[in-house]
């Protein structure tokens, strides 16, 4: 398995979960840095930032372990998990069943789907079956991937890539047609660095919701669902998400 490990910088990343707690549980936990704005990499500071890197700092701190965060490409993600190598991952990662049967989920944090994007001049694309016969760029072990070889008869020109700052550029300089993948982290590219040159079009696909994944047994569950639980109750996830999305939804 090849991974890609960065070591983030300094004690910022390990959280005691109150003062006074000395002997608490060290977790190791993994994520993606090029699924913006769920996890990046401050180019500043060398921390990673976004709504995922927030969501499992107060994860941590309610649930009563600390964590020592790395990187690794997502698609090595769910095999490190099985392998025990690391114990919590949280990235983006879309609850499966096929997941489900080889690592344990906590309760869903957020809502999701597949879109698509192209350059702001195409007018010919507005839905899935636009795309068939056309060059597509999506992600390594996505299930935007998965999706796309289910329903494109004519699939030839799918080229999945290792990040999604490399398939975002290939929309741009023209390389490929369209991009498939999870609508925030499209939605987000769309507004900021890509703003005026792609766009986001049709409707969204496949609804989603993205879980914490842990190793298989893991003891940790129930006291992961219990802070995403009290995350929600008092306000905190709301907040969390209006910083990096705007708005949140009424039926969030």
Do not use: C, H
């Amino acid at each position: 398995m090849s991974t890609k490990w960065l070591k983030t910088v300094g004690a910022s990343l390990a959280f005691t979960v109150a003062a006074g707690t000395v002997n608490a549980e060290t977790l190791r936990v993994v994520t993606d840095p090029s699924f913006v704005p769920f996890e990046m990499m401050d180019q500043e500071t060398g921390e990673m930032i976004g709504f995922d890197m927030e969501i499992i700092r107060e994860v941590a701190d309610r649930a009563g372990f600390e964590i020592d965060l790395n990187t690794m490409d997502f698609n090595g993600i769910i095999p490190a998990l099985q392998t025990g190598n690391v114990d919590i991952a949280i990235a983006g990662i879309t609850i499966t069943e096929e997941r489900e049967e080889i690592v344990d989920f906590s309760n869903p944090y957020y809502d999701s789907g597949l879109r698509i994007m192209v350059r702001q001049d195409n007018e010919k694309v507005e839905e899935i079956s636009d795309l068939e016969g056309k060059k597509i760029g999506t992600k390594i072990g996505s299930t935007s991937y998965d999706y796309l070889m289910k329903t494109l008869d004519e699939d030839d020109g799918v080229t999945p890539y290792p990040g999604s700052s490399d398939m975002y550029m290939a929309l741009m300089s023209g390389a490929v047609d369209a991009v498939f993948y999870d609508a925030p982290n499209v939605g987000y590219f769309a507004k900021t660095r890509g703003e005026g040159k792609v766009k986001t079009v049709g409707k969204l696909y496949e609804g989603q919701q993205y879980g914490i994944a842990l190793k298989d047994g893991s003891e940790w569950v129930d006291d992961v669902n219990e802070a995403l639980a009290s995350i929600k109750e008092d306000g905190t996830y709301k907040e969390i998400y209006e910083k990096w999305f705007g708005p949140m939804p009424e039926d969030m």
